[in-house]
């Protein structure tokens, strides 16, 4: 395995969407276009997904590679709130019909940085002229060192029954190196509320490759997590990219990085743990409870994946509301402006915050497919015509040193990744990125593979 992680081990994406974000189209997306498109998604299916970014934060961590808006001042949430219930509004003017609201999800930054107040003012706010779907599913960041009772009960009124809190890892040299120190104590207390007031579903989120972190580190965070059970974890690996994120991944270097079979070590005993402990592995770098409906879902083939992670539910439409927000239509992706300044200036003026984004042809549709069907199931198929690419021929043959290599098995048309290939499943999919092998990036714009 280690002369294979040396061998695969090379910048690629971790595709939350196709086309990757650095290959959407050079030019500027016509709004018309994009509504056009929101509008057919609208009309195939009703139901809608929103992503609220509440980018707020009252300090920088140092390993985060989220768009954030870093500031103690808590004057600034009701505005903020104001703003995106207009975006909302000018969304809405472009239906025919009251939307379904299916799923909810408050992303960051770090949402728990707004009152419980105002939490209620927006979701009423978002709630308001349209319809809740029978089977709506709503959830929610949350900081363990500020998510309160209060923050717990009022979004538990209001239907929430999902909450990811991030955790990172509890040793307190690493702790110290990306800025985000919280006690056991305090994980622990919002994990037992959120159950307590009817959460059904908690994860945690656990990062490896930290700086000055090993296996003993890892050890101890994995053995601590297991005293609380949460029903999923995330397991991320860090992402470097100090060039993309300036200054905040600067605090500390490279040389103090576990790298390679080092830090493919960390998810390997992680992993051992999380299986002994009774969780599954979903597609990559998550786990969850037999029980949890993420585990049906794999087991049913109705996981979904978007910029929302792994789901056990599916709109076609999701729209994202916010600063630097990523829409999806299915049909293309659409991306807010990434300051605050932008984004307020161009809700004043009445017009989508829109700055980039991407419209999909039938060409990319199917390669999405394929790249959704691999991080999903870790198989896809072009046995239909509606999967076949004219460019397989150069896929296969992309794929023919993977495949001696024993990570994954072709035939009849079908690919289905061996448990040995799991680990490199995003060089599986590179094979199928067309974009990414017609114009290969002169400077490193991804994070590592593995």
């Known amino acids: 395995m280690s002369k294979l992680i040396q061998k695969y081990n090379v910048p690629g994406p971790r595709y939350t969407s196709y086309p990757t974000v650095p290959y959407w189209d050079k030019g500027k997306l016509a709004h018309n276009d994009w509504l056009k498109s929101v509008k057919k998604s609208f009309a195939e299916s009703q139901e809608i997904s929103l992503y609220i970014h509440l980018p707020f934060c009252e300090s920088l961590c140092t ?6 808006h870093i500031t103690k001042n808590h004057e600034e949430e009701e505005p903020y709130i104001d703003y995106l219930l207009k975006e ?28 419980a107040k105002n939490l209620d003012k927006l979701i009423k706010g978002l709630l308001e002229g349209s319809k809740q779907s029978k089977e709506f599913e709503f959830s929610f960041e949350g900081h363990p060192n500020n998510t309160t009772k209060e923050h717990l009960q009022t979004l538990a009124d209001l239907g929430f029954r999902r909450v990811s809190y991030g955790v990172q890892d509890y040793n307190e040299k690493v702790q110290i190196a990306i800025n985000r120190i919280q006690s056991f104590e305090n994980v622990e207390f919002v994990t037992s509320t959120s159950r307590e007031l ?23 965070t994995i053995k601590k997590t297991l005293e609380l059970m949460p029903d999923r ?7 470097h990219v100090p060039w993309i994120k300036g200054n905040g991944q600067r605090k500390f270097s490279e040389k103090n990085l576990p790298h390679d079979d080092e830090k493919r070590h960390l998810y390997e005993l992680s992993k051992a743990m999380l299986n002994e402990a009774g969780y599954l592995e979903i597609g990559m770098d998550h786990f969850a409870l037999a029980d949890d409906s993420l585990s049906l879902a794999l087991k049913n083939k109705t996981i979904h ?40 200036q161009r809700i004043d003026n009445n017009e989508l915050a829109v700055f980039r984004g991407h419209l999909l042809d039938e060409t990319d549709l199917r390669v999405r497919k394929h790249i959704l069907e691999l991080m999903c199931s870790l198989e896809t198929s072009w ?6 690419l004219a460019e397989m021929p150069a896929i296969l043959e992309r794929l023919k040193e993977m495949q001696s290599d024993d990570l994954l098995e072709i035939k009849d048309k079908k690919l289905i990744v061996n448990e040995k290939g799991r680990v490199f499943i995003r060089n599986i999919c590179m094979a ?13 714009i991804f994070s590592m593979t593995i």
Request: net charge neutral.
């Open 383 to 388: 046995q239909e015509k509606n999967m076949e």
């Open 432 to 444: 199928f990125d067309l974009k990414l092998h017609a114009s290969k990036p002169s400077t490193r």
């Open 233 to 239: 974890i995330a397991l991320y690996s860090y992402a």
């Open 63 to 68: 390993f985060c590679a989220c768009f954030k």
């Open 198 to 220: 009817g959460f059904s579903s908690v994860n945690h989120d656990l990062v490896y490759g930290l700086p000055f972190q090993n296996a003993e580190d890892m050890h101890f």
């Open 88 to 115: 909302w509004q000018l969304y809405k003017n472009n239906f025919d019909k009251a939307p379904v609201i299916k799923e909810i999800h408050l992303g960051g930054g770090t949402p728990t940085f707004f009152s």
């Open 305 to 344: 994946r978007n910029f929302m992670g792994y789901s056990s539910s599916k709109t076609q439409l999701m729209i994202g509301l916010g600063m630097s927000a990523i829409s999806d239509s299915w049909y293309g992706f659409a991306q807010n402006e990434k300051s605050l300044a932008d984004y307020y």
